[in-house]
């Protein structure tokens, strides 16, 4: 019987470990992976203390932090069910299950999905998730972006001095993405703008040839060798069934970080604390376990 | 003996970086090719791969898409 599980290992979940090895609670983490979202991230300049570091060597640093306890990190094992029993909580993976006296559910957000045919058959055949990652791969090709909040509109940026075309294609009504970036995107000649336009299909042989778009006007095939989805994030939420979400199924804590689950204590981008950002993440993350070790005190076994 | 390892990557994508770092911590000598500067490096990783996602490793011929830890373990017999 663990004292806690932590579920997660991105800025919260590293940071709740560095407070709970400093309080000497008894706990070990499950997590998919290192670093979470930040391991992703391009430029970071607001992380205080850095004026400018890659996401990759901040999350080096923060697993570097977290290894210097001697922590058990169940790595690449995904929780897939929480239960809570009389006092305890049960929390089954992927690969076993584990017993504990409390949770801190830390396990983040991961990118959001079209959800249209051709999606999963050309990941990575022309279409990404990752603008950082794979534009180089489209120079002088015609690619469409889709999304218009900030990654989208970052994305359009960094493929304007690579791709031949760019179609930015928006749900919305109008751009949402910071006033600086929209007006880069509307000074480059390179870049058409779809507003209130969706995608239908995505098409192609071996690799992606165009897609499908829908708006009033009707249906249009646009010729497209590359398509970036870039349409926000989606909390990890799904096996956490008995905890109380938001309308967008990201978990509801109070200024403790406890979940309408006595024992259930939950952290950074998965909860409904307002900006994600990790600065944010990591203080929540150290809040949840000081959280946890006034709860396992007030609940001696 | 030491097998023949390259890396596609470009200079950017933060799982290349990893990749890169996993392989220089055990100690793995190997070539690294900027496909966002070689555009016929781009396209044999392509052809190799069928895919156009970074990074992707040749390990002595086995190719592995992405930094899949497990996988390069394996083929390295780490």
Not at chain 1, 101 to 126: D, M, W, Y
Not at chain 1, 240 to 254: F, Q
Not at chain 2, 17 to 44: G, Y
Request: net charge negative.
């Amino acid at each position: 019987m663990n004292d806690l599980i932590i579920i997660g290992a991105g800025p919260a979940g590293i940071t709740a470990s560095v407070y709970a090895a400093r309080k000497r609670i008894d706990f070990m983490v499950i997590s998919k992976d290192i670093g979470g979202q930040a391991a992703w991230s391009g430029d970071i300049e607001n992380y205080t203390g850095y004026q400018f570091i890659t996401g990759p060597e901040l999350s080096d640093k923060f697993e570097e932090h977290l290894r210097k306890f001697n922590i058990r990190v169940n790595e690449g094992e995904e929780a897939a069910e929480l239960k809570k029993t009389g006092d305890n909580i049960t929390v089954i993976t992927n690969k076993g299950s584990y017993q504990a006296r409390s949770v801190i559910i830390a396990s983040g957000k991961r990118t959001r999905q079209l959800n249209v045919p051709g999606e999963v058959e050309f990941k990575n055949k022309g279409l990404s998730y990752c603008a950082t990652c794979d534009a180089p791969f489209f120079s002088g090709k015609a690619v469409a972006v889709i999304g218009g909040g900030n990654s989208g509109l970052d994305a359009a940026i960094q493929l304007m001095r690579i791709a031949s075309h760019i179609y930015l294609i928006n749900a919305a009504g109008q751009l949402t993405g910071d006033p600086i970036m929209q007006e880069a995107v509307k000074a480059s000649d390179k870049v058409t703008v779809f507003n209130n336009t969706t995608v239908s299909l995505v098409s192609g042989d071996k690799f992606v040839t165009g897609i499908t778009i829908k708006n009033q006007d009707g249906e249009k095939k646009l010729d497209v060798q590359g398509v970036f989805v870039e349409i926000g994030l989606i909390p990890n939420s799904e096996f956490a069934a008995l905890v109380e979400k938001n309308e967008s199924k990201e978990i509801k804590v109070n200024i403790y970080n406890e979940t309408n689950v006595p024992g259930i204590f939950a952290a950074g981008d998965v909860t409904d604390v307002p900006e994600k950002q990790i600065i944010i993440a990591a203080g929540e993350g150290s809040k949840a376990a000081l959280s946890v070790f006034r709860y396992l005190i007030q609940h001696k076994v | 003996m030491a097998k023949n390892v390259k890396v596609y990557s470009t200079a950017t994508c933060p799982y290349c970086i990893r990749a890169k770092q996993f392989l220089t911590e055990n100690n793995i000598p190997f070539e690294n090719i900027d496909v966002s500067a070689n555009e016929t490096a781009a396209d044999e990783m392509v052809a190799k791969s069928g895919q156009m996602g970074v990074p992707v490793l040749d390990i002595e011929g086995e190719i592995i898409v992405g930094f899949d830890k497990e996988r390069i373990k394996q083929a390295l017999g780490l």
